[in-house]
């Protein structure tokens, strides 16, 4: 079975600090992925990545960055955090473009 | 309009019955479809998928595409207390990358 794990369930963080949202997968895929999901908005793409050091936007990257300097890990940054990015987040990883993808247990952060 | 369509439900249906799941897309030229099921406070968990105009069977669950229509749909038969979960539709557009385009999701509430 495809793990895909995320470091944390729940976190609370202050406006203004930098936030660190980690994503690890143990199935040697190729692409990653960061997504918010809020009420009636549904699921929203900030960032992917297609290989190691690879990026690219999404819909919403505004106040977000991405790092993945190795395969199995991807993490997704809050320069500075505020209360409009409190939200559920979700990773998830694929084996090729186009294929299934498979999601974390989610993050869900909390800006105060 | 939005590129993937779904009503947001909640669709209710009783026990025992069949619960049919809409779904369309507006981009003619997509090739992968994807149904996935994400009950509350969960992350989404991939139910099926399908590529080829028909049927594509398993267990319980059908999804049928019609590509000349442009739309996707899962039947869920026996329906359990259990299906109950919001129901996403994701499509693979022909364009876009990696991306992934998903519906907002219908709700659905099977009665015991």
């Known amino acids: 079975d495809v793990k895909v794990t995320q470091s944390s369930r729940y976190l609370v963080k202050r406006t203004g600090e930098k936030v660190f949202l980690e994503c690890v997968q143990d199935?040697?895929?190729?692409?990653m992925f960061w997504y918010r999901q809020d009420p009636g908005l549904g699921l929203r793409l900030i960032y992917f990545?297609?290989?190691?050091?690879?990026?690219e936007k999404g819909d919403i990257p505004e106040g977000y960055s991405v790092s993945r300097e190795k395969k199995e890990r991807f993490s997704l940054i809050l320069e500075s955090a505020s209360t409009n990015q409190t939200s559920m987040y979700l990773c998830?990883?694929?084996?090729?473009?186009?294929?299934?993808?498979?999601f974390g247990p989610g993050t869900r952060l909390t800006v105060t | 309009q939005k590129e993937v369509e779904q009503n947001s439900g909640p669709l209710s249906v009783p026990e025992g019955a069949i619960a049919s799941l809409n779904c369309t897309y507006s981009d003619r030229g997509s090739q992968s479809f994807f149904w996935y099921r994400q009950y509350s406070g969960k992350s989404p968990e991939l139910i099926m998928f399908i590529y080829s105009n028909g049927d594509k069977e398993d267990g319980r669950f059908t999804a049928q595409l019609n590509k000349a229509s442009q739309y996707v749909s899962l039947l869920i038969r026996d329906s359990q207390p259990s299906d109950s979960a919001t129901y996403l539709c994701a499509v693979k557009p022909p364009t876009g990358g990696f991306k992934t385009i998903f519906g907002a999701g219908t709700r659905l509430f099977v009665k015991a």
């Open positions: 199935m040697d895929h190729e692409n």
């Open positions: 998830a990883s694929s084996p090729y473009s186009g294929y299934e993808q498979y």
């Open positions: 990545s297609y290989d190691v050091k690879m990026k």
